[in-house]
């Protein structure tokens, strides 16, 4: 197992590299960074103020009711009702089939978490916990994954939450998806999983709640499903602030101003009211207030403020926070002390402390996920080979092979020393044009402006032709590359765990797990052994 810096990686951005390097400036938007010992802190500070475990325990084990946990699974569940256990979590959209292989990583990363900081001590439990998206409602970002070269899509019509959604048509999502798999263990383990997640379940928040268990059950994560009427119960004083008072906009503007004046860019703006309403007919729409009438958007739907605060107490299940107000949601219910998630997670979050502050909810560490690519033995000989720079992944082949052709050159080492010398003829005559007239010093300058063009022109021809001369060379960089999907973008973005050449796929997950770093900082990359 071999490590870049996040920076050498050129994929990360500037906010997340401050963040990671705790520059001073970006302090004040977060509470305490994520080392290790600020875990610990971290539990003490949130174990004082936390006191909804009764009613997440009971909602917990009815979500999960239907599942045959095992054991680990069912000894987490135990400890989540005591009063010295604390919850470390993930969130991600319901995509299809998982979607790509970060889904894992962030997984298995707070698994990993709460494994190393339970073995260290024994004063404070740490539960794995997943949190299912199930009120997103883009369905578009979640309809898909990728295998191999093709996209396996399914198209539906539907516009509300997604976790409602009716799982019909997918049997013939898959049964063309599996065509495409060569006969053997790992297809018929996929083909196990799909038969008991999706092809079983009316729903996909019932079918992705069975594949996460499927997956990590051996691993001990719980699951949470926010749609849930008893755990926005909890919820109905901050809803009831946010609907009368718009208090996490005025909260959250202020920390966009400041971000902004630093240089950042903002993730998400926020609303005056950060809820939507789910209607009867599963459609969730924006709520907006004008001159005390509420109005649910694109609906006849209307209350007067005394009308909505009723429903709101009735129906507290009907009322649906967005990604300004889910951090909240979450933070509230759970005894929670880290997040994981990906830059543009992280990045959101910055702007929410404040907000956090005044409706007096723990701020979480946040904790940016493991970064990993994975190569097989063959291409990481094949990297060997063309003797390329872990670094070089990165990038993509025709600025490897122009860098390289430059390197080998005979020819290119010669150019600075030549343009020097042609500057200096210029500068020479330059010197002469100051002793007869102004139009032969403006001849001068014109032919020096051309001349350092044209030489321009020779170094970026020559280039070229280096270039064209180790075709051999681009193509064979370009090959691995794409073999990695690295050509344009990360591996870790495209790929779907389906994907990869293991066979049998437990081994395959606790490869992943191994190769996690979830105290570390670093774009990790790792050697995959075919015989998995």
Not at 53 to 66: H, M, P, S, T
Not at 266 to 293: C, H, K, M, W
């Amino acid at each position: 197992m071999e490590a870049i810096s996040l920076k050498d990686s050129n994929y990360f951005s500037e906010l997340m590299l401050n963040y990671i390097n705790q520059e001073e400036n970006l302090k004040e938007f977060y509470h305490l960074f994520p080392t290790k010992d600020n875990y610990i802190t971290q539990a003490h500070n949130k174990l004082k103020n936390y006191h909804n475990r009764e009613v997440l325990v009971q909602q917990i084990k009815q979500q999960l009711g239907g599942l045959e946990l095992s054991k680990k699974q069912e000894k987490n569940l135990k400890k989540l009702g005591e009063k010295n256990t604390v919850t470390i979590t993930t969130g991600h959209q319901l995509n299809l089939f998982t979607g790509p292989i970060f889904f894992f990583y962030k997984i298995l990363q707070v698994i990993k978490a709460c494994k190393e900081l339970n073995k260290e001590q024994d004063e404070i439990n740490y539960v794995p916990m997943f949190w299912m998206a199930t009120e997103d409602h883009d369905f578009e970002e979640i309809n898909h994954f990728k295998y191999s070269d093709r996209i396996i899509h399914w198209t539906k019509e539907f516009g509300g939450p997604v976790g409602r959604l009716s799982t019909e048509g997918l049997k013939d999502v898959f049964e063309n998806f599996l065509m495409l798999i060569p006969n053997g263990n790992k297809k018929s383990k996929l083909e196990e999983l799909i038969n008991e997640s999706y092809l079983t379940h009316d729903n996909l928040t019932d079918a992705t709640r069975k594949l996460v268990h499927l997956l990590f059950k051996d691993h001990g994560l719980l699951m949470i499903d926010g749609d849930d009427k008893e755990l926005k119960k909890l919820m109905i004083p901050t809803f009831e602030e946010e609907l009368i008072q718009s208090k996490s906009y005025h909260n959250v503007i202020p920390q966009n101003e400041k971000l902004e004046k630093l240089g950042y860019s903002i993730q998400v703006n926020p609303r005056e009211i950060n809820l939507f309403y789910i209607n009867e007919d599963n459609s969730r729409e924006r709520i907006i207030e004008q001159a005390g009438t509420y109005f649910v958007n694109n609906t006849s739907i209307k209350f007067t403020q005394e009308e909505i605060l009723k429903d709101l107490h009735q129906n507290p299940d009907k009322f649906s926070p967005n990604v300004i107000l889910r951090p909240l949601y979450q933070e509230t219910i759970l005894p929670n002390i880290a997040y994981v998630g990906g830059g543009g997670e992280i990045a959101y979050w910055f702007q929410l402390k404040e907000m956090f502050n005044k409706f007096n909810v723990d701020f979480p560490l946040l904790v940016l996920r493991n970064s990993l690519l994975i190569r097989t033995k063959k291409q990481h000989d094949k990297q060997l080979k063309l003797n390329l720079s872990n670094q070089d992944l990165f990038s993509n082949s025709l600025k490897i092979t122009k860098k390289r052709s430059i390197e080998d050159s005979e020819i290119a080492p010669e150019l600075p020393k030549l343009e020097e010398e042609l500057k200096a003829i210029f500068n020479r005559l330059e010197g002469l044009s100051t002793l007869t007239s102004t139009s032969f010093a403006n001849m001068i300058q014109a032919q020096r402006t051309k001349q350092l063009k044209g030489f321009e022109k020779i170094k970026k021809r020559l280039v070229h032709a280096e270039v064209k001369q180790n075709e051999d060379l681009l193509i064979r960089i370009e090959q691995l590359l794409k073999s990695l999907s690295q050509q344009n973008g990360l591996q870790e973005r495209v790929k779907n765990f389906s994907d990869f050449d293991y066979i049998d796929l437990s081994n395959f997950i606790d490869f992943i797990e191994e190769s996690l770093q979830p105290f570390e900082f670093e774009f990790v990359i790792n050697t995959l052994n075919e015989e998995l």
